[in-house]
């Protein structure tokens, strides 16, 4: 896991909040800010490192050179002629536990057990701790389940709400004994990562009209046809289920109009490279049309805008260039809520089904087939057996993971799925109306791009990269920087989109699927593929879209249990939450409870009918008004009783509540953050941790949390150079005031007073005690270097760089736009009192610019400042007059330059 991105991209968030080793011996990588880390945070921890290696990296300065690998270990490098490549190894946060121990990407994030109280489920619900008991006794070896679900996901959760709702010809319910298990929460990987639409693939009609019409209509008639017919019945039964989806499940989703402007008659080049949608904007009205018409025109009906109507409904827009706009509908819902909803459904109608409960191999009978699993109780760290007469694998992007534990050898089975992840962002909700979103058809380098309100805010999205599935959300920063930049094509020249304005972002994996046993070079879909394994006898299923979640399920349940199978009845059933529901339930809690309007709009949309069994648990704000619902973060319509009821809801973990019972996270990574303590405190009552479980559950979601994008871009990629020996020992001799060759814990107290850092006496003695390895009261040179040469240390120097790099950056862009342009980097030479050529100051933000377009992005800048050499001498002004050089101490005794000089 060392090397992966997401191991370097949660070391390099060390402008952060972090554990030290001596407060937090537990965490396997620290980074090293003090108490306030310039983003308005506190450390969760007394980061007793962390304080004495900021102030050493304000005396020692942070030393740049030419590379930053993530592959092996660097220690302090003894002094050479020239510059040595440094490399070093990176690791991401992962608490301890007994029982995990695999570090392979993929793998589900650690957890640690908390043995949680037992609280009961929702009205009609059993409890998670009963869901459990059940798992232990009902599936034996003499009467095994008749369906047991690896995946918890919308695909996993629906198998099992589909299998608990059959009936027999005599219309009997419960005919199928039905069990599923998920490692993580429900919908804690791909299905709560998605755009957030039900939509019903008008890109995918576009990509099979394209396919027909072309010379392979005339060279494979036959098989062009084919793959056409495929294609389209793919997206008419999209239109089927998002039909559905709006009309059965109103109190999950909404319409959203999303307007497509044209800004010219002709593209060129053309979408999809194909010549007919280079007229796209004469034909998008009737393609529209058409594309009602596949629901039966029972959405609403698509229509054109004028320049003028534009204006006054999305005036976010660029009106320039604009000729008109089209404007059709898709469906939008709250993805991981709506996979919560069929989780419980299922629940509700029988099935035992379970979070945090991973298989850790399966059960074979004398024949090789498999009868059974063994699963792991991730909360607890109890284990079971489960016995099922029919086992399926709906494990999205991972599923290949389950089929090589399947497969009972170590010979790697043929891959069936391929991920392809699609990174989002969000922005503040004045980029676009709060009903209308925006449709990018043809983006720079030919993608989708949706640009769409929700839950307040703006999301933007998705890319596509195909790469192995990841459990942790982290979002590449060229790709937030992608979708920024393709945002300004079609809005309002006024509204600056800064980097800045990125309140959180985060990528999730779409499996690709096709059949292993197909014949070589068979297309890969994005329509679903199941495939059963003739040795072991376990059905796996892979691919599709949310939008077919039901389909998907009733698929592969007729496939597995044969001719004569029970009769599918999830179309005529309203997913939990459904009952009670009503367009004039928000009325209803406020004139009720004295609630906010848009906290009760909120709740309706998230709870249904349940809403009532949320606000029961709401206590007294104090106030007039409102009088009920404390806020759980300011600004959002999160309040308190949420996070009750959410334990309800079998949220076992902090970051379960702050990213899919609420969506805070997903809305506001900082604020997420900022809400974690209060979450924590809540969840201690309602499930009765110690003190103990609560600080490593505030760990693990802290590093889970981080791992979302947020306002201040991550480098994952940063060069810098260690400090040598000799600089190492100018430290310590530096502390070392009498000359004694040892340091005492005076000595360390002055050096703190001196640098302007004075500190609490039992953090310097915390400090003290981590440096003193022999515990005899003296620091030797050995000691010291010993400690300086840590990951911690290193981790500090470069967190001081990149923290008053950012500084600087911000000194700079006086009008805070998110970025640095010409004529800043030209007042800030003058305010520095610097007389620099105007050709020179060209030239420098020529270099700076690295992708040309006018403007000085951070990422940009730290990779100018992080540069070996600078022939201008503009990179060693920044750097001594604005503080990356630090207070100068060790600066005279290396002829007057900075490490950084």
Not at 417 to 422: I, N, T
Not at 439 to 445: G, H, K
Not at 533 to 538: R, Y
Request: proline share 5%; glycine share 8%.
């Amino acid at each position: 896991m060392s090397s992966s991105p997401v191991a370097r991209i949660l070391a390099a968030r060390s402008l952060s909040k972090a554990w030290a080793k001596a407060a937090a011996p537990h965490v396997r990588s620290l980074s090293v800010l003090t108490s306030d880390n310039g983003n308005g945070y506190s450390s969760h921890s007394g980061s007793n490192h962390s304080t004495l290696m900021t102030l050493l990296a304000m005396g020692s300065g942070a030393i740049i050179s030419s590379s930053f690998s993530a592959k092996s270990s660097a220690q302090c490098e003894p002094p050479k002629k020239s510059n040595m490549t440094l490399t070093r190894q990176v690791t991401f946060k992962q608490p301890s536990s007994s029982y995990s121990k695999k570090k392979n990407i993929g793998d589900p994030f650690p957890l640690t057990p908390t043995l949680n109280n037992e609280v009961p489920g929702p009205t009609g619900i059993p409890s998670r701790a009963e869901q459990l008991r059940r798992l232990n006794v009902n599936g034996t070896t003499d009467a095994p389940y008749d369906v047991l679900v690896i995946g918890g996901g919308a695909t996993g959760a629906g198998i099992a709400f589909d299998a608990a709702t059959r009936t027999n010809s005599a219309g009997e319910s419960n005919v199928l004994k039905v069990a599923c298990i998920e490692r993580g929460d429900f919908a804690s990987e791909t299905s709560s990562r998605s755009t957030k639409l039900i939509w019903a693939g008008i890109k995918y009609l576009a990509s099979a009209s394209a396919a027909l019409i072309s010379w392979n209509l005339l060279t494979s008639p036959f098989k062009t046809v084919n793959d056409f017919y495929g294609e389209f019945s793919m997206v008419f039964q999209c239109h089927q289920e998002r039909k559905y989806m709006l009309d059965k499940q109103r109190h999950l989703t909404n319409w959203v109009p999303i307007v497509c402007p044209f800004t010219e008659w002709h593209i060129w080049p053309p979408p999809f490279g194909h010549w007919l949608f280079s007229f796209f904007p004469i034909l998008a009205p009737a393609v529209f049309k058409f594309y009602d018409g596949l629901s039966q025109f029972t959405c609403p009906p698509s229509f054109i805008m004028g320049k003028k109507e534009a204006r006054a409904k999305f005036p976010q827009l660029n009106e320039k260039d604009i000729k008109y706009c089209a404007v059709f509908y898709e469906g939008q819902h709250n993805d991981a809520r709506t996979n919560l909803a069929i989780a419980l459904s299922a629940a509700e109608k029988g099935a035992d089904i379970a979070n945090y409960v991973e298989m850790t191999e399966g059960i074979f009978d004398a024949a090789g087939k498999v009868v059974g699993v063994k699963a792991l109780d991730r909360i607890t760290g109890d284990t079971m057996e489960i016995y099922a007469k029919h086992v399926i694998f709906a494990g999205g992007p991972f599923t290949d993971a389950l089929r090589q534990q399947e497969s009972g050898v170590e010979t790697p089975v043929k891959p069936a799925v391929m991920g392809a992840s699609g990174s989002h962002i969000v922005l503040p909700g004045y980029y676009a109306p709060s009903d209308m979103g925006l449709l990018d058809y043809n983006t720079s380098d030919g993608r989708f791009l949706f640009f769409l309100p929700w839950q307040g805010s703006v999301i933007v999205g998705t890319t596509d990269k195909k790469c192995p599935a990841e459990t942790l959300p982290y979002p590449p920063e060229e790709e937030i920087q992608w979708m920024l930049k393709e945002c300004e094509k079609y809005l309002n020249k006024n509204i600056k989109v800064r980097r800045s304005d990125v309140l959180s972002a985060w990528r999730g994996w779409r499996p690709l699927a096709n059949d292993p046993n197909a014949a070589p070079g068979a297309q890969v879909s994005r329509d679903h593929v199941i495939s059963k394994n003739p040795k072991s006898g376990v059905t796996f299923i892979a691919g599709g879209k949310w939008t077919t979640w039901r389909e998907m399920a009733e698929d592969v349940l007729d496939k597995v249990l044969g001719d004569g199978h029970p009769k599918c009845n999830t179309l005529d059933i309203t997913l939990h939450g459904g009952d009670g529901y009503s367009e004039s339930l928000p009325i209803q809690l406020i004139q009720k409870y004295g609630l906010m309007e848009d906290v009760a709009q909120h709740l309706v949309k998230t709870y249904g009918g349940r809403a009532w069994e949320v606000v029961d648990k709401c206590k007294s704000t104090g106030k007039q008004w409102p009088r009920y619902g404390i806020p759980l973060a300011a600004n959002y319509p999160y309040i308190e009783a949420e996070v009750r009821f959410a334990c309800q809801e079998y949220a076992c973990t902090i970051e379960d509540i702050l990213s899919r019972r609420t969506r805070l996270a997903f809305l506001n990574s900082e604020a997420a953050l900022e809400a974690m303590p209060r979450v924590a405190d809540i969840m201690a009552e309602e499930l009765g941790w110690s003190r103990k479980i609560k600080a490593k559950q505030i760990e693990t979601a802290t590093a889970y949390l981080e791992s979302f994008g947020g306002r201040i871009p991550v480098e994952d990629d940063l060069h810098i150079r260690l400090p040598t020996l000799e600089e190492a020992m100018d430290v310590f001799r530096e502390i070392d005031r009498d000359g004694s060759g040892f340091l005492d814990i005076q000595e360390v107290k002055e050096m703190a007073i001196r640098l302007g850092q004075p500190l609490p006496e039992d953090r310097i003695k915390s400090i003290f005690e981590a440096m003193d390895k022999n515990k005899d009261g003296k620091v030797e040179a050995g000691e010291f270097m010993e400690w300086f040469s840590a990951d911690s240390t290193k981790e500090g120097i470069r967190n001081y760089f990149h923290q008053k790099t950012l500084q600087i950056f911000k000194e700079i862009d006086t009008d805070n736009s998110g970025f640095i342009d010409e004529q800043e980097l030209i007042d800030i030479s003058a305010r520095l009192g610097k007389t620099i050529s105007d050709k020179k100051m060209k030239d420098i933000f020529k270099e700076m610019d690295a992708n040309k377009d006018g403007k000085i992005q951070l990422d940009e800048f730290i990779a100018w400042m992080d540069k070996e050499t600078d022939d201008t001498g503009f990179h060693r002004m920044l750097s001594a007059t604005m503080g990356l050089g630090g207070t100068g101490w060790l600066d005279k005794k290396h002829g007057g330059g900075s490490f950084l000089g």
